[in-house]
């Protein structure tokens, strides 16, 4: 993570929910112009949907969709449990829409017609929050059994030896480790750890979790860190026994 960004510099994903398709055709060119990998939703139920599956670091949501109402995709996200900052795009300018928006969880509402650079700014600064916490858990060590997550420095030691981690097994390493107690699918840690577009196949994720084992359990055929959820996928444990 460089800069408070995610890895390799790149800014966050930002997925837009607008029926508009010139206005959000707009916004998605801006904000890719800045950096941000962008999605892009049509209607309500193809934004929560993409929402959920995505995990995007903020949604820009229009409130007047088809399918689903704005409101309702937001109170859905947060029902689910998605953190990401969420800014509203609406027309109606009164105090009272604005403020159910707040109280759904919406972190900005911004009301149409709306300059281009403002929104942009507007981004930039919801996303602010986030990165600062970003940077403060880089400083913090994670540490399980003999093994000490440095996520600064990128690395990882057993014992008083470095770990020889290859870039997806510390990224992958690192999602479990902070998610510990959590069982996660194939299909999800592909996504959080390689990426949306990557075109891989659940077996990558065995391999490496086969890999990882060898490297930070002290009896890879019987892990108590990295298990095996039957029917599901793998979750990480502080040092339960058991796979």
């Known amino acids: ?53 995505a995990r995007p670091d903020l949604v820009i949501l229009d409130l007047m969709l ?33 403020v159910a928006g707040l109280r759904v969880g919406a972190d900005d509402y911004v009301t149409k017609p709306f300059g281009v650079n403002e929104l942009v700014a507007r981004v930039e600064a919801a996303l602010r929050r986030p990165r600062e916490a970003r940077r403060r858990e880089a400083e913090e060590s994670l540490a399980f059994g003999d093994v000490t997550i440095l996520p600064g420095r990128r690395q990882a ?10 870039a997806r097994e510390f990224d992958l390493l690192y999602f479990l480790a902070t998610h510990p107690d959590r069982p996660f699918d194939r299909d999800t840690l592909l996504r959080q750890v390689w990426g949306w577009e990557y075109e891989g196949t659940p077996r990558t994720i065995d391999n490496f979790i086969r890999g990882l084992r060898l490297k930070i359990e002290v009896d890879p055929s019987s892990p108590r860190y990295l298990l095996t959820v039957l029917g599901v996928g793998y979750r990480f444990s502080r040092g339960s026994n058991g796979s």
Request: charged share 30%; glycine share 10%.
């Open 1 to 53: 993570m460089k800069n408070g960004y995610p890895q390799d510099g790149q800014k966050e994903t930002i997925l837009v929910v607008e029926d508009d398709e010139s206005l959000a055709r707009g916004i998605a060119h801006n904000l890719r112009f800045e950096g941000y990998r962008v999605l892009q939703a049509a209607d309500g139920e193809e934004g929560l949907r993409l929402a959920c599956d």
């Open 66 to 98: 088809p399918r689903m109402k704005g409101l309702d995709v937001l109170a859905a996200l947060r029902e689910a449990g998605v953190g990401a900052q969420v800014i509203i795009l609406s027309a109606r300018s009164q105090e009272a829409d604005k």
């Open 157 to 166: 030691t057993r014992g008083d030896a470095e770990l020889r981690l290859t």
